[in-house]
């Protein structure tokens, strides 16, 4: 479960693994456009091992540049890619991961998800679908569509990106906008079942090469909230940027 788009991938047909680690800055740690930190940046570290048959591992770690050790994350998944036929590509993903205590946001009661997506190429532009649910009681579901491209400019690679997301999920009250101020302890349980569309966004990733094996990515988003419990704010401007190392073998 890795949350923002992070590199644009390049690898060679004739290598048989390809890894890579990088991190990134991250204005706000957010997942599906929803803010998971208290609208505090953070920091990020993952990698990944993949094989030419499709299959790969990513472990990842997340801490907001605060005090509240709360609220850090890491997470391993287990996923496997293939593209069926030309111009249709899918992969399956589980996920394990863990906030350091379970009252930091809406997703860290939960410990494991499994994730389908899938990818049509258009010509024009690529289609994308995903659906993520998490395990638990009662557990969370969400539901994306994006239509994307991709340009490669001189040394610059860029994909921008349009996608809504839909959630169905029901929510401790002390977790939501209108709830803040309610103490997380409190004996009395109040959710709120939060089901539709949860916001759109515009994205832009951009890739840069810097030296062999190594690039720069930069990618700003707009958000569009469309659920006040989950945001005080209409509209939100958030950004990610970090350094990759790529090496195929």
């Not at 456009?33 to 990944?48: H, K, V």
């Not at 832009?204 to 659920?227: E, K, R």
């Amino acid at each position: 479960m890795q949350f923002g788009v992070t590199a644009i991938a390049q690898e060679s047909d004739e290598s048989s693994y390809n890894y890579s680690i990088g991190m990134k800055y991250l204005s706000r740690f957010v997942a599906y456009g929803i803010d998971l930190a208290d609208d505090n940046t953070a920091w990020g570290i993952n990698t990944s091992l993949g094989h030419s048959s499709g299959f790969y591992v990513d472990g990842y770690y997340t801490k907001p540049i605060t005090n509240q050790l709360d609220l850090q994350q890491w997470g391993v998944d287990i996923g496997y890619e293939k593209e069926f036929f030309s111009g249709f590509n899918m992969y399956m993903e589980y996920s394990h991961f863990e906030f350091a205590t379970d009252t930091a946001n809406i997703l860290s009661q939960f410990t494991n998800s499994l994730s389908v997506n899938t990818e049509f190429d258009l010509a024009i532009f690529d289609l994308g679908l995903s659906y993520d649910h998490y395990f638990g009681e009662p557990g969370a579901s969400y539901f994306g569509i994006d239509i994307s491209t991709f340009y490669d400019l001189g040394p610059f690679y860029i994909m921008p990106m349009a996608q809504a997301v839909f959630m169905s999920q029901t929510i401790e009250n002390s977790y939501l906008s209108k709830g803040k101020t309610k103490k997380k302890n409190d004996p009395i349980v109040e959710v709120t079942e939060v089901i539709g569309l949860a916001n759109t966004m515009l994205t832009l990733v951009t890739i840069c090469p810097i030296i062999d094996n190594v690039s720069l990515s930069v990618v700003p988003a707009l958000i569009f909230n469309n659920q006040s419990e989950l945001s005080n704010e209409s509209t939100q401007f958030v950004w990610n940027a970090g350094l990759r190392y790529n090496l195929s073998f």
